[in-house]
């Protein structure tokens, strides 16, 4: 009897987590490795492929000491940069499943997000401007304008919105691998899930 592929796909895809999360907490180890990598293959003799695991468990748990927990302006920081490169790959002309799910994106955060009172003011935000999905251009738009009301009080400059394509532009990847597509991969002919 066979091993199940999705199985194989998760195992694969579990070693490629541990490898890139060890290369990150250690870049030395290889500084040109992507923090991860997925494979399109749907051929199962591939996912045993996997890099393997660096077993340096000491010089892990070493690490894990000394490091600190991400602070609310870190997490500040990298959440807005995940939303303007989203807004980025926004398409032009969105399908109506694409503006639902960047409007519950909005809303999922505005309950969700690990800083309490972040999530408490976004709430606000989003109930004095709700989440335009139009278009590529009044999603970033839209973003932009609300990330600056957050830096206004938080006392933080504002940013130019007009700028806003040449700061969070669209990723360059090949064979327009990026965009947004608005539904499941299928996995020979079927739907993934």
């Known amino acids: 009897m066979s091993e199940n592929p999705l199985q194989l796909l998760f195992e694969k895809l579990s070693n490629s987590i541990h490898t890139h999360l060890s290369n990150l907490i250690n870049p030395s180890n290889n500084p040109k ?24 468990r000491n010089f892990l748990l070493n690490k894990a000491q000394n490091a600190a927990p991400v602070t609310k302006e870190e997490l500040g920081r990298c959440t807005w940069t995940f939303l303007h490169t989203l807004a980025a790959q926004y398409p032009d002309n969105p ?27 976004f709430k606000e ?15 970033s738009q839209w973003l932009c304008y609300v990330h600056n009301v957050v830096n206004r009080s938080l006392g933080k400059p504002v940013f130019v919105c007009e700028r806003v394509d040449a700061r969070w532009g669209k990723l360059d990847c090949e064979n327009r691998a990026c965009d947004l597509q608005g539904d499941l991969p299928a996995l020979d002919g079927k739907p993934f899930l």
């Open 95 to 121: 399908t109506r499943q694409q503006k639902r799910d960047v409007k519950e994106l909005m809303a999922i955060l505005s309950r969700m997000y690990p800083c309490q009172e972040c999530a408490d003011h």
């Open 33 to 56: 490795s992507p923090l991860l990598s997925v494979s399109s293959s749907t051929d199962p003799a591939s996912y045993s492929r996997a890099t393997p695991v660096p077993r340096d």
């Open 125 to 139: 935000v989003l109930r004095a401007n709700p989440v335009q999905a139009g278009s590529h251009a009044d999603f």
